[in-house]
């Protein structure tokens, strides 16, 4: 009984395994075992292609106008943007007679996927208005739309080609071995399926242009055209001293009620520019410096008008100037004193040592010839080697004075200076003779807030000069 129940068990089993399909498991191992034994029929349907977005359409021209009160209407509103192209719909799959009695998986084929929408083209912007009058009512008499381009629509996505269905999605092949009459004879029945094909996808619509922004209204007060403003300048200084140069500004605020303004109906953006003033200020430059000034001629000085209304003036690095301002009404002077090029404060040069002992003294010969207007002091270092350094580096100076020099010891003589090196507190034996020295010279140069520094440096032997 218990043998004949466990035979009755695996029957009903067997039958049942007949009569429900397997279940598919999506899993990495199904995929491969499915992959290995698939086949496909048919053909998959071709891709419809992607429809193009379209160009942006061209915004309305700006206008400009002089308004005397008489009637008008104008027209400055944006086109509209153009339509995406849609996308083309996905081939149907080819769908050729399914094989039967195969031994092996069937894969029916898949329609194409529908291609995506082109993007609607922006919408044009309306065009801006640019108005002159004196006389802001006269505005009532004119009609404006200066409305945006509505933006262009999306195209569509195309349609999913259809798929091909399967006839028979499931059947079962007996293979038999061995001799029917010998106790070696299996059957097997192995089982097979054959999957649909997939409906293609349908495309994604593109996207909505942008609608065009509102045009804008500058209403300028003024019966005349208006001058571009410039607040700055860079100008050379024979200009600025025989014509002047002119800067200018235009100020303007930002309003709101532009539509107000004009006929009712009107479409404008409601906020708007006006030109509230415009400052006008003249520069010249006044020559009063001893210098002879075609030196000068091609400096360019650069000019800018500040918030405060005023000329500021910037010289530029290699330029040192002693100079005043003075401001009358809309005119600003600029009287320049004396001029130096930063070049020749720094030109202190043929050093010479001459004297012994306490006479010993070092001159200085000012080539830029300025040392009438710069201020000088004077910082040095002595040392001395017993070694000759006048043709190779030494490395054993001994710093005998460092300090500044006393304004009583330098005596200037046209561009010629004078130090009394001898008179600082150094030692006697410190000035023996054939003694090296190396006596550094540090100038500082000073005139009308500037300043310059210029180091020289004095190598010789001390001796009856």
Request: contains cysteine.
């Amino acid at each position: 009984m218990r043998a004949s129940g466990n035979f009755l068990l695996f029957t009903v089993f067997f039958a049942i395994s007949f009569a429900i399909p397997p279940v598919i498991t999506f899993n990495g191992c199904y995929d491969l075992v499915w992959s290995a034994d698939i086949k496909y029929f048919g053909e998959n349907g071709q891709n419809g292609q992607s429809g193009q977005a379209v160009k942006n359409t061209r915004n309305s021209d700006d206008l400009t106008l002089f308004a005397d009160g008489s009637p008008l209407t104008l027209d400055l509103a944006g086109l509209d943007g153009e339509k995406g192209k849609d996308g083309q719909e996905g081939k149907a799959a080819n769908c050729k007679s399914q094989p039967v009695d195969v031994s092996y998986n069937l894969q029916a084929p898949s329609g194409g996927n529908g291609g995506n929408g082109g993007n609607g083209g922006d919408g044009g912007n309306g065009g801006s208005l640019n108005i002159y009058t004196t006389d802001i009512t006269n505005l009532k008499q004119i009609y404006v739309n200066a409305v945006g381009g509505k933006g262009g629509e999306p195209g569509l996505g195309g349609k999913g080609g259809k798929a091909c269905q399967c006839n028979n999605s499931y059947w079962s092949l007996e293979t038999c071995t061995g001799n029917p009459d010998n106790s070696n004879y299996r059957c097997t029945t192995r089982e097979f399926n054959c999957q649909e094909g997939r409906q293609g996808s349908n495309g994604i619509s593109g996207l909505r242009g942008r609608d065009g922004i509102l045009g804008k209204l500058t209403y300028i007060n003024l019966d005349k055209p208006l001058e571009p403003d410039e607040p700055a300048a860079t100008v050379t200084m024979a200009t600025l001293k025989k014509k002047g140069y002119l800067l200018s500004k235009n100020k303007w605020e930002t309003r709101n009620g532009a539509m107000a303004l004009f006929s009712p109906g009107s479409i404008i953006d409601d906020q708007y520019l006006a030109l509230t003033e415009r400052i006008e200020k003249s520069f010249l430059l006044v020559w009063n410096a001893p210098q002879q000034f075609s030196k000068f001629a091609n400096q360019k000085i650069t000019l800018g008008l500040e918030k405060d209304q005023k000329i500021k003036v910037y010289i530029p690095d290699d330029l040192w100037i002693e100079a005043t301002t003075q401001q009358q009404n809309k005119l600003t002077q600029f009287i320049i004193y004396n001029a130096i090029n930063a070049e020749d404060t720094t030109q202190l040069g043929s050093a010479k040592l001459s004297g012994s002992k306490s006479n010993l003294q070092v001159t200085l010969i000012d080539k830029g010839q300025q040392s009438d207007l710069i201020a000088t002091k004077f910082k040095i270092i002595y040392r001395t080697t017993r070694s000759d350094a006048r043709f190779r580096s030494v490395s054993d100076y001994i710093t005998r004075y460092e300090g500044e020099i006393p304004e009583e010891l330098v005596t200037l003589d046209k561009n010629k200076f004078t130090i009394k090196i001898g008179q600082l507190p150094i030692k006697p034996n410190d000035f023996q003779l054939g003694l090296g020295v190396e006596i550094k010279i540090f100038a500082l140069r000073s005139f009308a807030g500037y300043s310059a520094k210029q180091v020289i440096t004095v190598k010789d032997i001390l001796r009856p000069f």
